[in-house]
């Protein structure tokens, strides 16, 4: 099960609130304060462009994004509602000329996250895309001083 | 925090000076702001992100919409930054080759190739 799992409506304006819970759970789970902003861009990154797959498909469903705590390391799996069988994920070629600029949003933000995370897997199924990042932790975690 | 944008003139340039985080849900502020001000006829810009906290993709696509616009009209788009977590998204994307990137307006005013 995921240490804290977010839904959010596929608006622009809530991608800042992923970005924050993110950073914020990314923070407690030990991941170093100088990986902290790329952590912050990644997620925005990934949300962005859930939020632009969901408008260019109308799916009303939310974009979900899941932060995992694990021993040693740190994982956000950004799931979006498109079905994977469309060919979005591969190349965008569904969409059509018309909206090329989306995705050439799209692509810049997927060459953002690649530059940024070591471990990233970008998977397209039936039930959705998912962009899954992971980053390492510390042994040195902020764990609970006594409760 | 929200975007804020705020601009003046420098002898022939227009100084966009850019505050708060440009991401998915502020950045068409920025595309409208940088699109009226070429509609107005202003072509060698320099944009100020001193004061940027944030700059996502969606950033990076408007700036170079931008530089787009003011070229057709054989203008200039310099950026004004010395913050290394904005640096490095221009880095990582290549655009430190497209952009000409100065450590402050008076440079980048000054600026003429």
Known sequence: ?????????????????????????????????????????????ACSRAVGLHESHDINSPVRVLLIEDEKKFSIEVGDGVNGDSGAHENGAAQGAAESDAEGEDEMGLAVISGLVDDVEVTAGKDGGMIRMTWPTTTAAVLPQGG | MDLSLSTRTVGDRTVVEVGGEIDVYTAPKLREQLVELVNDGSYHLVVD???????????????????????????SLRLVCNQERILKIF???????????????????????
């Open chain 2, 49 to 75: 992100m001193e004061r940027v906290d944030f700059l996502d993709s969606t950033g990076l696509g408007v700036l170079v919409g931008g530089l787009k616009r003011v070229r057709a009209h054989e203008g």
């Open chain 1, 1 to 45: 099960m995921a240490t804290v799992e977010l839904r959010f409506s596929a608006l622009p304006e809530h991608v800042r609130t992923a970005r924050l819970v993110a950073a914020a759970v990314a923070r407690r789970a030990g991941v170093d304060e100088a990986v902290l902003d790329e952590v912050r861009l990644a997620v925005g990154e």
């Open chain 2, 91 to 113: 880095r990582i994307t290549g655009l430190t080759k497209v952009f000409p990137i100065h450590t402050s307006v008076e440079e980048a005013v000054s600026a003429t190739d």
